[in-house]
């Protein structure tokens, strides 16, 4: 967080709006990430492996142009592979991910998206709280 600025907030988030916003308007498709992996192995997979593939090279685009080194995991690859995982089972559990409860759940009016992102972020909470203060 020590190279935030309001203005890259910005841009991001107008940035990540528009494609969510792109994708419903031109493919009737809501940018849930978890929906989006999930939905590979069915027949409509070329869009889904586009957009995963646009978003991995934004990203990498953003860190070159910023000439930042590459980031180094803090944590062991088992805690990061079991931290997916149990990140994939509650996006199962709970019918969708922040992308798509938060970002574009959240826009179109959904209570249930609400009760949602409420739940996340109440989760994430109380585990940075455990895990800075507890363990």
């Known amino acids: ?13 107008m940035l990540i709006g528009l494609s969510a916003a792109l ?3 031109c493919n009737g498709r809501v940018a849930g990430i978890s929906g989006i992996i999930g939905g590979i192995r069915r027949g409509d997979s070329l869009w889904r ?3 995963l593939m646009a978003m991995g090279a934004g990203g990498m685009t953003t860190l070159v142009l910023s000439g930042k080194p590459l980031p180094v ?5 088992l805690l990061l592979i079991s931290a997916g995982l149990l990140v994939g089972l509650g996006t199962r559990l709970g019918s969708g991910c922040t992308s798509g409860h ?4 959240l826009a179109r009016f959904s209570v249930r998206s609400l009760v949602a992102v409420m739940v996340f ?4 909470m109380l585990t940075v709280f455990i895990v800075r203060h507890l363990v």
């Open 49 to 51: 492996i586009a957009f």
């Open 1 to 13: 967080m020590s190279a935030f600025t309001p203005l890259s907030g910005l841009l991001g988030g």
């Open 121 to 124: 972020m109440a989760t994430a």
């Open 102 to 105: 938060g970002v574009c759940g």
């Open 23 to 25: 994708l419903l308007w």
């Open 73 to 77: 995991p803090a944590s062991s690859p």
